[in-house]
Structure formats: C-alpha cells, structure tokens
C-alpha cells in the first residue's frame, strides 16, 4: 500500500498524478486539514508533524510513502528515514523528480512556492547542484485560501499581487506547491500563454511508477485519513475523481511537539 500525505488537499494533484500510471495500487491518503496550512510554519514544528504523519501511515500499513507536500520536503533528512526503517526506495518526495526533470534542459524557470520551501532554500540548491540557477518566489497565502476553499475571484487577486508584471527571460513557471494545480486556470489567465505551467505531480507519478510497480499492485482501493473534517476536501475529492469509490475517516492526530 502507498502512503500518501499532505497538509490537505494539495496532495489530491499528486494522487490524481498517480492514478494515472498505478491505478491498481492501495493508497492510504493522509491530509492534516488540522494543521493546515504547512507553508508558514517553523522548520521544527514542519519536523514533528512530518514524524507523526509517517508514524500513521507506517502504523496503518503504508510500505511505501509519497511526501506530496514541498513544505515539508527540508525535513526528510536521511537520519529520520533511518530512524523510522524507511530506505530510500521506498519514498519518493517532491523536489528530486522535479528538479531531475529539468537536467539538461535549458529553458529558463521560475518557481512559485510556500514561504517553507522558499525559505529551506532546499529548491534552489538542488537546482544549483545541476547548474542551474532558479527565480524562487513564495506565495505566502494561497495555500491556506485554496485549503479552505476560497472563492476564485479572491485567489486571482493573490496570485496577481504575487506577479505584479508579467515575468520576463521566462520559459516555465514551476508550481512547487501541491495546492496551486488545483488553481492552474487562474495561473494561466493572470500569465498569458507564453510561459509554460510545470506540475511537478507529473515528475513524482512517474517516479513512482518507476519505483514501486510491479511491488504495488493491489484492488486500487483509496482511503483517505482526515486530522479534522473538511467539506472542502470532500467536494475536491467528488470533482477531481467523479467515478471512485473511496472511504473517508477522521481521526485524532496530536503530534508531539
Ligand atoms: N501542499 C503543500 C506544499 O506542497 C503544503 C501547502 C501548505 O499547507 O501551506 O507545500
């Protein structure tokens, strides 16, 4: 079974990704709607709920796991995965296969993510390992107003605020942030159609097919685990995989701190 976890619904863009090239595994989704959003939070507090998520996911029978949240990304230190039996190849987080996606290519990027992953520097150093420098900007709201399901006229007001000019010596704009591909329309219409729109989902599904199949065949059973329940994620999970069948519990989720 594949584990996979999230501050909340962004991590949807990723199991949507997934779908597409394991249809048949067993997925264990874990969205911490209570602690929503990650993006503004310390490094330590980021680290604490990283443990206790894997800890559930681990306790509920998850062999491999997908981190589909950047903000939390800083945190998978070697030494933690150790310490929880979890080797390398049996976890797939956002920032390798993103940035493993762009080698040797020489459009010039720019990424949009949360204030965490902007601050980690984690993006731009692992760009720099392949010789590429990035334009790394955060966005420190939109993660919450997409969380909690604001209205589209509000998250365009954002999403302009973040680029007050058009973005020039751009080819692709990278979405480092799990919650913005559910709002790419509005990327879109505030950029034009000149800079490409990259959602790493894409990179990381392949990764995991690359890892885990054959190992992750099941029934293609999907069972998401909610620290608080959210209608929001409810309806995003009805409009984004209209035909699956899928069960849904709220649970208690106190990570030491
Ligand atoms: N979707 C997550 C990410 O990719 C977390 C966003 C948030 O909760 O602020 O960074």
């Not at 709607?33 to 800890?55: F, M, Q």
């Not at 420190?140 to 909690?148: D, F, K, M, N, R």
Request: hydrophobic share 45%.
């Amino acid at each position: 079974m594949i584990g996979i976890f999230d501050s909340g619904v962004g991590g949807l863009t990723v199991l949507k990704a997934l779908r597409e090239v394991l249809p048949t595994a067993d997925v264990l989704y874990f969205g911490d709607t209570k602690n929503a959003p990650y993006g503004s939070r310390s490094r330590d507090d980021l680290t604490s709920l990283t443990v206790a998520a894997l800890k559930l996911l681990q306790e509920r029978g998850a062999q491999n796991i997908v981190s589909a949240c950047n903000s939390v990304s800083a945190s998978l230190a070697v030494s933690l995965l150790d310490a929880f039996s979890i080797a390398p190849q049996q976890l797939i987080e956002m920032v390798g296969p993103t940035v493993s996606y762009f080698k040797g290519s020489s459009a010039r990027l720019m990424l949009y993510a949360t204030p965490a992953t902007i601050n980690s520097d984690i993006y731009q150093n692992a760009f720099q390992m392949i010789g590429k420098n990035i334009k790394a900007i955060a966005i420190p709201e939109l993660a919450g107003a997409i969380e909690s399901g604001k209205s589209e006229i509000n998250i365009e007001e954002i999403i302009r605020k973040a680029f007050p000019q058009t973005p020039q010596d751009i080819d692709v704009l990278i979405l480092a942030c799990t919650h913005y591909p559910l709002v790419l329309p509005v990327f879109r219409k505030v950029l034009g159609e000149n800079i490409l729109i990259f959602d790493p989902a894409v990179a990381v599904a392949e990764r995991a097919k690359k890892q885990f199949w054959p190992q992750e065949v099941g029934d293609g059973t999907t069972r998401f685990l909610l620290s608080k329940d959210s209608e929001n994620f409810r309806t995003l999970v009805i409009r984004l995989f209209p035909e699956m069948k899928f069960e849904l519990e709220v649970l208690e989720f106190e990570p030491e701190r």
